[in-house]
């Protein structure tokens, strides 16, 4: 039996680079080098036949400890609800107001590079309070 040591977690868009840049400054993720032999990822996708250009852009945790980002350009654009998000876990350990403070900053900061905020989810009974936001292409995602 074999042990996944390793995940990636795959996005479908229509601009996978602004995507993947927006992704990296919402986790503190880095872009990688261009290809070899490439100075810049302009000069690499130069290179390429027009319908291959701007086709595919990564990003992963500096620190190699969070699953590697992917985004690939398909022809459909988001019609439904993300069967699969992301969790932002910016409010691990605090409740209350405390937690609502720090999500409502964190909330300003990813307003700023170009989220959306679609509502507060209050705490209950069962869990913290938490923000449905969307990224820069309307991907769901929660701010926890």
């Known amino acids: 039996m074999s042990s996944v040591r390793k995940i990636q977690v795959t996005f479908d868009c229509a601009e996978p680079e602004r995507v993947a840049r927006f992704w990296c400054e919402v986790l503190g993720y880095v872009a990688p080098e261009p290809p070899e032999g490439f100075a810049t990822w302009d000069e690499y996708n130069g290179s390429l036949p027009p319908e291959e250009r701007d086709a595919w852009f990564a990003c992963s945790d500096p620190t190699g400890v969070g699953p590697r980002l992917f985004f690939q350009r398909v022809p459909e654009g988001k019609v439904v609800k993300n069967r699969v998000h992301l969790d932002v876990r910016a ?16 909330c300003a900061r990813l307003v700023a590079l170009g989220a959306r905020r679609v509502r507060l989810l209050p705490a209950d009974e069962e869990n913290e309070s938490c923000i449905v936001m969307q990224d820069v292409e309307g991907n769901e995602f929660c701010l926890d």
Do not use: H, K, Q
């Open 91 to 106: 409010g691990t350990g605090l409740v209350g107001e405390e937690r609502l403070a720090v999500l409502e900053a964190e």
